[in-house]
């Protein structure tokens, strides 16, 4: 569908916006964050999510995103997140009272790197046990048939 406006620029998704959910009846998904994967300049993020401008040349976002959802974080988010009518919600100036850590760049970039190559590691695995499901589904059926 089309808009009556143009939307603004900071409402569009941006590859340098950590977007958090700004709202949600389950208090553990109220103010969880993500970093898109790349910047869309033709989409729109909805009123329900906020996003926080964060510069790769000041912060890692993959540092950012993993130190977003630790518990210390978390627990921060959870004691500034209000509900009236079962909808937890936080807003911009409570996650702007957030205290999070900020090693150097180049501690936070090693971080990220580590956290990449052990995600590398994790889809290698999820696809050798999807084969290996496969396999034992096939062996499975042959058997029954009274193949093997």
């Known amino acids: 569908s089309t808009f009556a406006a143009v939307p603004p620029a900071n409402k569009r ?8 959910c700004r709202g949600n009846g389950n208090p553990e998904l109220v103010g969880r964050g993500h970093f898109p994967t790349q910047s869309m300049p033709e989409v729109v993020f909805p ?3 906020i996003a926080a401008r964060i510069p790769a ?3 890692d976002h993959a540092f950012v995103e993993r ?11 959870q004691s500034v997140a209000r509900t009236t ?6 807003n911009q100036t409570a996650l702007e009272s957030v205290r999070l850590l900020d090693p150097p760049l180049v501690l936070q970039e090693r971080f990220g790197e580590r956290i990449a190559g052990v995600s590398r590691l994790a889809g290698w ?3 050798s046990l999807a084969e ?7 062996l499975q059926h042959r058997a029954f048939r009274g193949e093997l």
Do not use: H, P
């Open 57 to 59: 040349t000041r912060m």
């Open 125 to 127: 695995q999820q696809a």
């Open 85 to 90: 009518n079962g909808t937890f919600k936080v």
């Open 13 to 20: 998704v941006d590859a340098s916006d950590m977007l958090i």
């Open 132 to 138: 290996l499901d496969a396999l034992f589904a096939a």
């Open 67 to 77: 130190f977003w959802a630790c518990a210390a974080v978390r627990n921060q988010i």
């Open 47 to 49: 009123d329900t999510m």
